[in-house]
């Protein structure tokens, strides 16, 4: 061996050093050369980063969806890294949640918290994902010198420093899946959560789980406020607090905004917050703090950042009067292809602008709504508007013809429908258009009645009555009474100023149906004298007879004696007319009249000429209703074998159609028949549907039913 070097024995013999009680990295070196470089990185649970900001103040509810993250993310310290994306509508407090959940189990991931936050670093030219990765490894350790400039580089160094200990990562308000997948731990036990206004859905073939978040309901909603604005304030005006919840729609930003006006100012009472938000027009720049729209702002980020052709849709569809769209309706508004809009939805679906509604039609949060109005008054022309509105209003005007025609077949109509449907494929035909028909009509109330309105206000007259009147196959056979009193008034006003008496008389004399069902008899009777004097202005027989028949039905109810001489008139009026179905009707109200004054062998004798005088004109749904009045006179006549088989035949016929009212009106009788035959258990079943007929479509005073049926359980 050769002789030491002595300078280095020289250098050896003045430099040392000496460490103790190591805790993280050391590098002890007694002599180099070259370039070395030393990359660190935290092992120390007092180094590791814990990035994650805490939750905010006056964090509800919850439970749910934190229980499923904890399901899918806890106890998973052997398998790889999990990721989960949390989406939702902006504002619903999808930040919140991921530090609530990071809150109970930040602490086991020895790795640290890492935490980027897209919406604070993305510019105008885009997301920096590279500088934001630059930033998660300088937090784990590594100088800014020893940095490598490419993406890829950064992420297999990222990789690299966290393949031994198990990191939690927090992406806040990603906008694309290329934001995530750099940030992707080696170590086994990681988790990555993510929040996006985007499904993100791409993510899931790299095994993401994809959750999401909905608004609060209206017990989580008030619980924020007291949490907020004290309990003794919201508990002093519960009944308006629970209207406030509502209006915000259960949206934590919305409800965190107007308690901070509560506090800031204590004498503003929450009703009259309500009153200031109850506005739609204005309602949006009420959720503002020192003038800032803070709502408005927080959807402001999600729509800049859809495609031109998708924002001019969700603008559209913020003017337009309806309550929910599918793609019909959404290439309607547009005026272009089904497929194209279909696609268009489905990028409002991914940025949560728009929510999967059951069925297959999305819906609107109430906020975002106001704000997709908003955007399309600042931005859309008022001719652009207009034109979409005329698209909507003959889409539906000929559709709910095409409904009416199915379900009331060739019954007398005051608008010329042959001139509105020339041309037009028949959008419910074959065996079951009747069923679909009144399907169709019930999934579209809500925008029949809000195309209705807008028809009105509008000056287009003779679209909205003969719309009205089209709604009427709709709520004869369903009986949403509210509704049909609206349209009804929207009509006859329509009518009005139309100049169409006819028309006024119709609409007037049909609602008074619905005045009567609710108990209004006054109501009823000025619409039916009302109408009476149009009628007779009109100089149309049939109308007359039919206002004549309609008048027989509100004297069932008030006046039993004087209801044969209104269906007696209606009778000699339709056969003046030669209108073989209007003298069918008149016969058939007019036999239902004599049963219930008692005179069963004469009611029958009527009953069953009507009965053939509706199937010679082929209307088997009053025939159906013909049967039930048969069954009734039956019934009371000590028959119940008679009774029961035309019963059944009835509820046969309505529910092959669809029409619940008078499935209801069949099976409520067909359950007294069961009861004196002592079958309780098909009383039971027959009283149960009826129970949720009348509920679905709104009827009042169902106590005694319920009642009965208690009974009848017991």
């Not at 003038?291 to 337009?320: C, N, Q, T």
């Not at 003298?583 to 007019?590: E, I, K, Q």
């Not at 046969?652 to 069961?674: D, M, Q």
Request: aromatic share 6%; glycine share 8%; net charge negative.
């Amino acid at each position: 061996m050769g002789e030491a070097n002595p300078e280095a024995q020289s250098v050896w013999s003045s430099t040392h050093n000496t460490v103790h009680d190591i805790s993280g990295n050391s590098v002890q070196i007694g002599s180099l050369t070259g370039d070395v470089v030393v990359q660190g990185r935290f092992d120390s649970a007092s180094d590791r980063p814990r990035q994650v900001p805490p939750v905010p103040t006056g964090f509800v509810d919850r439970e749910t969806i934190l229980s499923a993250m904890d399901d899918l993310l806890v106890g998973t310290a052997s398998e790889p890294c999990q990721i989960m994306v949390i989406s939702g509508l902006a504002g619903v407090g999808k930040s919140a949640l991921v530090r609530r959940w990071v809150q109970e189990w930040g602490e086991r991931f020895p790795g640290g918290q890492l935490y980027v936050d897209y919406a604070a670093v993305r510019t105008d030219s885009g997301t920096p994902v590279n500088d934001a990765l630059a930033e998660c490894l300088v937090a784990l350790g590594v100088r800014h010198e020893h940095i490598p400039g490419t993406l890829s580089a950064r992420a297999n160094l990222f990789r690299t420093i966290t393949a031994s200990a198990a990191v939690l990562v927090v992406l806040d308000d990603v906008t694309e899946p290329a934001q995530v997948l750099p940030f992707v731990p080696n170590a086994n036990g990681s988790v990555v959560l993510v929040t996006s206004g985007d499904r993100l859905a791409e993510l899931a073939m790299d095994g993401a789980r994809l959750l999401t978040l909905e608004p609060l309901d209206c017990r989580s909603g008030q619980s924020l406020l007291r949490e907020a604005c004290g309990p003794a304030r919201v508990l002093a005006e519960a009944k308006m607090a629970a209207r406030l919840v509502a209006l915000c729609g259960g949206l934590p930003v919305a409800l965190r905004v107007v308690a901070a006006r509560l506090m800031s100012r204590p004498r503003l009472s929450i009703a009259r917050l309500v009153g200031e938000l109850a506005d739609e027009n204005t309602r949006l720049a009420a959720f503002s703090l020192r003038g800032e729209p803070l709502v408005s702002a927080v959807f402001d980020s999600a729509y800049r950042a859809l495609p031109p052709s998708a924002a001019s849709l969700y603008r559209i569809l913020g003017v337009a009067p309806i309550r929910s769209v599918n793609v019909e309706i959404a290439a309607v508004v547009l005026g272009c292809p089904p497929p194209g809009a279909e696609r268009l939805l489905d990028v409002l679906v991914y940025a949560s602008l728009l929510d999967e509604a059951t069925g297959t039609g999305f819906t609107f949060h109430d906020l975002v709504r106001l704000h997709a109005r908003q955007r399309s008054v600042e931005e859309d022309s008022a001719e652009l508007r207009t034109s979409a509105l005329e698209r909507l209003r003959d889409h539906y005007l000929r559709k709910a013809a095409f409904a009416d025609r199915a379900v009331m077949g060739e019954r007398m109509r005051i608008g010329v429908v042959e001139e509105l449907l020339e041309g037009q494929p028949d959008p419910f035909p074959g065996e079951n258009a009747e069923g679909a028909a009144l399907d169709w009509l019930s999934e579209h109330r809500a925008n029949l009645l809000g195309v209705l309105r807008a028809v009105a206000e509008h000056g287009w007259h003779d679209a909205a009555w003969q719309l009205c009147e089209a709604l009427h196959a709709l709520y004869l056979n369903r009986r949403f009474l509210d509704d049909w009193i609206e349209a009804s008034e929207i009509g006859v006003a329509a009518a009005g100023e139309a100049g169409n008496p006819a028309a006024q008389a119709r609409l007037l004399s049909v609602v008074s149906r619905a005045y009567t069902e609710l108990g209004e008899l006054d109501r009823a009777r000025e619409s039916l004298d009302r109408a009476l004097v149009l009628a007779e202005r009109s100089r149309h027989t049939v109308l007359i007879a039919s206002v004549w028949e309609f008048t027989g039905r509100y004297r069932d109810q008030v006046d039993p004696g004087a209801s044969a001489d209104a269906y007696q008139r209606a009778i000699e009026r339709n056969a003046e007319a030669g209108e073989q179905r209007g003298v069918a009707l008149a016969t058939y109200f007019l036999g239902r009249a004599t049963s219930s004054r008692g005179d069963q062998v004469a009611a029958l004798e009527i009953l069953q000429r009507a009965h053939r005088l509706l199937l010679d004109v082929n209307d088997e749904r009053m025939a159906g209703r013909g049967s039930i009045s048969l069954g009734v006179a039956h019934f009371r006549s000590g028959d119940t074998v008679a009774a029961r088989r035309e019963l059944e035949r009835a509820v046969g016929v309505f529910t092959r159609s669809k029409a619940a009212h008078y499935e209801a009106e069949a099976r409520e009788v067909l359950a007294e028949v069961a009861e004196q035959e002592g079958d309780l258990h098909a009383a039971r079943e027959n009283l149960t549907r009826v129970l949720h007929i009348r509920r679905a479509s709104g009827a009042p005073n169902l106590d005694g039913l319920v009642a009965h049926l208690r009974r009848l359980t017991v």
